[in-house]
């Protein structure tokens, strides 16, 4: 079945880049998402990209894509303290309708 | 900015008794949807909802779960004779429209726990 993978944690410096990564098992994934949840809050959707695209940028953030290694990444630059989060990596599957698959999460922790 | 809302933000509820969790999706949204995060696991999908009937539903979703739009602003998610098991933080979606090509925008969600 479809799955979604991502490493559980990153730490970085504030001013550094932060690229989190994330796998996917369905090839005929059409959009992948990044949601950022912060202490207490919901999810909030930061990005997402249609399958048949390489890479979007959007301010400080740019999305890659891989479809032949089924890779996607997600790259914050200039990172913040502000950006410390859990960001979520998630796939919707044309086979699987309207529901979205997420990854477990990767925790994002920023120091000064 | 339009958001989704959910209530209440924390529900404490006794084993087997019965909870019903509230959601006011973004207003001119016509896709709602029903996810579940039990603590240090993956979101995963329970129901989709659209025209007033469940357009998709998971096998997490079975005959202890129900949804309804009561009126023009709320959407429910029931759950019937709680078990411990249940115990999660619950979040609501809307999307503009079809699903596969809208983002689905999220509440905070309501975090559930079964005692």
């Known amino acids: 079945g479809e799955d979604v993978e991502q490493s559980l944690f990153l730490s970085v410096r504030e001013g550094d880049s932060s690229v989190i990564n994330c796998t996917y098992t369905?090839?005929?994934?059409?959009?992948l998402y990044w949601y950022k949840q912060e202490p207490g809050a919901g999810l909030q959707l930061l990005t997402y990209?249609?399958?048949?695209?390489d890479m979007k940028q959007d301010q400080r953030l740019t999305v890659l894509l891989n479809k032949k290694d089924k890779h996607l990444s997600l790259r914050i630059a200039d990172t913040q303290t502000g950006d410390s989060a859990i960001y979520f990596c998630?796939?919707?599957?044309?086979?699987?309708?309207?529901?979205?698959?997420f990854g477990k999460g990767t925790t994002l922790s920023v120091s000064s | 900015e339009p958001e989704v809302t959910q209530t209440p933000s924390h529900q404490v509820t006794q084993m087997g008794q019965e909870v019903i969790l509230r959601c006011v999706p973004i207003?001119?949204?016509?896709?709602f949807y029903w996810y579940r995060q039990i603590l240090g696991q993956k979101v995963e999908f329970l129901v989709s909802?659209?025209?007033?009937?469940?357009?998709?539903k998971s096998e997490i979703f079975d005959d202890q779960f129900s949804v309804e739009r009561p009126d023009g602003s709320n959407f429910t998610l029931k759950i019937r004779s709680t078990k411990l098991e249940d115990s999660a933080m619950y979040f609501c979606?809307?999307?503009?429209?079809?699903?596969?090509?809208?983002?689905?925008?999220f509440g905070d969600g309501t975090r559930l726990s079964i005692l």
């Open positions: 979606a809307s999307s503009e429209e079809q699903g596969k090509y809208q983002p689905q925008h």
């Open positions: 369905d090839s005929s994934s059409t959009y």
């Open positions: 990209i249609f399958s048949n695209m």
């Open positions: 998630a796939e919707s599957v044309l086979q699987a309708g309207t529901a979205l698959i």
């Open positions: 207003s001119n949204h016509l896709y």
């Open positions: 909802f659209y025209n007033n009937e469940i357009s998709e």
